[in-house]
Nanobody
Framework: VQLVESGGGSVQVGGSLRLSCVASGDTIGRYCMGWFRQIPDKEREGVALIDKVGKTTYADSVKGRFTISADNAKNTLYLQMNSLKPEDTAMYYC???????????????????WGQGTQVTV
């Protein structure tokens, strides 16, 4: 599966952005899908994931502010980001895996299919 992110940009503190990740080559409903972020010289951080049955998991740092969702008809994964903070600044990546990873485990081990990333600056 190929993944292409979009929707990043510069936004003021407290603002909102919606990231999109369009998949091709396979249907996202067959995968656990996730959003991750990374800043230079820092470890990759798991932001949110949605499993094959729609169960969602969030990093504590984004709970109540970010929402992950999947539109299987459009084969697209979304990340709605509200109340953005400077510490949300990072390159954001979407990913797909056939494994049943936890968010932190997936962030650490990597694996699966990854997009090229989209930059978010707050």
């Amino acid at each position: 599966v190929q993944l292409v992110e979009s929707g990043g940009g510069s936004v003021q503190v407290g603002g909102s952005l919606r990231l999109s990740c369009v998949a091709s080559g396979d249907t996202i409903g067959r995968y656990c899908m996730g959003w991750f972020r990374q800043i230079p010289d820092k470890e990759r951080e798991g932001v949110a994931l949605i499993d094959k049955v729609g169960k969602t998991t969030y990093a504590d740092s984004v709970k109540g502010r970010f929402t992950i969702s999947a539109d299987n008809a459009k084969n697209t994964l979304y990340l709605q980001m509200n109340s953005l903070k400077p510490e949300d600044t990072a390159m954001y990546y979407c990913a797909a895996t056939s494994n049943s990873y936890g968010l932190n485990q997936w962030a650490t081990q990597g694996g699966g299919y990854w997009g090229q990333g989209t930059q978010v600056t707050v």
